[in-house]
T-cell receptor
């Protein structure tokens, strides 16, 4: 099935650094969602975006719905060790029925103390 | 609110055995989903149920069946397990806002 192009695939950063990741597609999306998954757990919803240009924050996390509606961005400021995990983007494509989502492959984040 | 719950958390099956994975949500969501997650493949949709009484195939439905028992519960059945079905299985549900919430997963190994 179609996947979103999520980058980078992995990041190794020092505690305190800022992190940026993004998802892109050739299709238009109505909804963008960002999830975090820790080892042995299910994905946990971090931020939901519904309008082009929308910028939404959740603590140190900020996500944006791209103006073209074909991309989305997630930033984490002042990273801490507990930010470690896999971050997934997911989107609901224009014309998709019900809540069916398209997922990115994930960005593996490692934070060194 | 427990959100989305799944049982069992772990399971080991022999090839050819059958089992049912259970999922329940207490958020009064209409839509429910079953995914499998494999390394390098991301999350792939197996089946979904847009509302109580309806089910539809997703991206990888072969070898699986589902039942939407009521609005809360959506089960996934493997009739004759194969090693290719070794995976982590997630159930999810969605309300009117399209925010999808996941369960903790079932880790299945088929030997």
């Amino acid at each position: 099935g179609q996947q979103l192009n999520q980058s980078p695939q992995s990041m190794f950063i020092q505690e305190g650094e800022d992190v940026s990741m993004n998802c892109t597609s050739s299709s238009i999306f109505n909804t963008w969602l960002w999830y975090k998954q820790e080892p042995g757990e299910g994905p946990v919803l971090l931020i939901a975006l519904y309008k082009a240009g929308e910028l939404t924050s959740n603590g140190r996390l900020t996500a944006q719905f791209g103006i073209t509606r074909k991309d989305s961005f997630l930033n984490i400021s002042a990273s801490i060790p507990s930010d470690v995990g896999i971050y997934f983007c997911a989107g609901r494509r224009l014309g998709t029925s019900y809540g069916k989502l398209t997922f990115g492959q994930g960005t593996i984040l490692t934070v060194h103390p | 609110n427990a959100g989305v719950t799944q049982t069992p958390k772990f399971q080991v099956l022999k090839t050819g055995q059958s089992m049912t994975l259970q999922c329940a949500q207490d958020m009064n969501h209409n839509s429910m989903y079953w995914y499998r997650q494999d390394p390098g493949m991301g999350l792939r949709l197996i089946y979904y149920s847009a509302s109580e009484g309806t089910t539809d195939k997703g991206e990888v439905p072969n070898g699986y069946n589902v039942s939407r028992l009521n609005k809360r519960e959506f089960s996934l059945r493997l009739e004759s397990a194969a090693p290719s079905q070794t995976s982590v299985y997630f159930c999810a549900s969605t309300g009117e806002t399209y925010e999808q919430y996941f369960g903790p997963g079932t880790r299945l190994t088929v030997t």
